[in-house]
């Protein structure tokens, strides 16, 4: 935590530093990102991911973004292993789930195009492999969303998809390597 | 995106403008040679935030109006809180208003940056995007990156964390910064602005379409410095006003073909610039010695009328963002308290700064207790809108010959040179050019 925030007593609203990302046994560290926009209905999705996560006892390593790539790009610095989570526009049926490994091609960009700002996800990926600034590993699931109208609250496929994302995520809290077994078996399934 | 040309009709459209903040569309009908129409629309839903904040203690505003935009809280907090300060009767100086602004500076520096490196330039060089500037130039993206993130730090310093800052109040901080971490900004600042002034000179490089216009630049000014966070509205049309008369001079109009407002000045009812060349326009020679001596070596003389080289512009407002971070924290001294007390009354404030993008005003009225009975915000893309609008009518003309394609491009690089921030005018953008 910022020195700043830690004199401060501040607890950003839902989020932690991202620069100090969690560590885990092994040394490594990790970070889950989730990316959205609770007012524009499914774009929130990877941002009730970030509850879920909450709730289950990951809250040190997720963070909530709005969607700028840059602030992305600045937590990626000090991190082995990065979740990113945003919501997806692509045409499929509402609560699908994406999986992408950037090292493997180049993101659809035109996936995510609610997120707030242009120069968003995909771009900041696509920018940190030209660069050589991509963390060792990044995975990006995102949602598809099916209403990204202003207001507030999932579709009924999304928030279930999200769910089932989240629980994916947290299912394998009983192992050695705790919740970080989970994820990076999650990030491996070739099922989802 | 759809295209179509018959005999004297040309049709260009383009459903979607990237690298603009938000959503939103040109729509251009080029007839016989001569613009037939042409509209600049902004399509998302109204945020309607002024009726948010209806009721609401005047406390809250600062922390719901940066909510408007992830890239410049820091115009809608500090806006938000020199308003109910005025309604309150206070005023925020020494430290404390050091804090602000070097706060500011903060967000000038990662805001100006992350448009100009990740956004714009990209249009002058002829490439897609920013990922294709970083196959060439990878080294002037990293530099902008380590630049931007140095705005970011500063931010995180006073306000906690760099997006939606939570340590701002009505009246001053939360808390007060510990001096060791205003202090530990120092080396990197010193390293900043080295990068900056070569950042700068890159953009020297540039190539700029040519249109020119005689513009009506408004601003803030300050008898002592250039204007960021306070001072009196400026026009170049000799305005001198202050904040609380902006409802008096200017205005905004509602068009059916755009969510957002369009602001015009009172009596011509004509378009005026807000922004870094509007800032420029007015304070150029409030600007550091090395801010100036810069912009005179890249090309700008003391008035800039080219709207394309507000790129430029925003290098050396850059430069001069982190030359004043850099005074503020090696002359940082500590408040006594984080705040000064605002006590609620019923009375009218107005606060005014300037966004990365142009002046951000805020006028609030409060009943007795302090609960805002009425809200007005006016951004300063919506502000700009009119502008944008005739910018691109001159440029149009300008540059008719050029096949669709190319003038589709020159059109949205002409719209980039307002950084618009279309989700906080809308309280997000589209592109269409049609000849026929």
Partial sequence: ?192 | MSQSAQSDTRVIEVNALARVEGEGALYLRVHDGAIADLKFRIYEPPRFFEALLEGRDFRDAPDITARICGICPMAYILSACQAMEAAAGVSVTGPLRDLRRLAYCGEWIQSHVLHVFLLHAPDFLGYDDSIQLSRDHPEVVKKALKLKKLGNQVLEVIGGRAVHPVNFRVGGLHCVPRRSAIEGLTDDLERGLETAIELTRFTAGLAFPGFDDDYLSVSLRHADEYAIHEGRIAGSDGLDIPVSEFETHFDEEHKAHSNALYGVRKGSRGPYLVGPVARYNNNQRQLSPLARELAAEIGLGETVTNPFRSIQVRMVETVYAVEEALRLVRGYRAPEAPAVEAMPRSARGSGCTEAPRGICFHRYDLDPDGRIQAARIVPPTSQNQRQIERDLRGVVERHMSLPDDELRWVCEQAIRNYDPCISCATHFLKLTVERV
Avoid at chain 1, 11 to 26: L, T, V
Avoid at chain 1, 123 to 145: D, F, Q, S
Avoid at chain 1, 168 to 177: G, H, K, N, Q, T
């Fill in chain 1, 1 to 192: 935590m910022s020195e700043v925030i830690s004199h401060l007593g501040v607890c950003p609203k839902g989020q932690g530093d991202a620069r100090r990302p969690a560590r885990d046994a092994h040394g490594g560290s990790l970070l889950i990102q989730c990316v959205g926009n609770r007012l524009r209905r499914d774009d929130g999705a990877a941002l009730v991911v970030a509850d879920r996560l909450r709730a289950g006892g990951l809250g040190s390593v997720v963070r909530e973004y709005w969607g700028e790539g840059a602030e992305l790009m600045q937590a990626w610095e000090a991190v082995d292993r990065v979740l990113l989570v945003d919501a997806a526009c692509s045409g499929a049926t509402p609560g699908t789930l994406h999986r992408f490994d950037p090292l493997k091609g180049p993101l659809p960009r035109d996936f995510f195009y609610y997120s707030t700002h242009r120069f968003g996800v995909a771009e900041a990926v696509e920018l940190a492999k030209v660069l050589g600034l991509l963390p060792p590993r990044l995975i990006l699931c995102a949602i598809e969303g099916g209403c990204f109208s202003a207001g507030d609250g999932l579709t009924e496929p999304v928030a279930l998809a999200a769910a089932r994302l989240a629980d994916e995520i947290l299912s394998d809290s009983s192992c050695p390597m705790g919740h970080e077994a989970g994820i990076v078996r999650h990030l491996e399934n070739p099922s989802l």
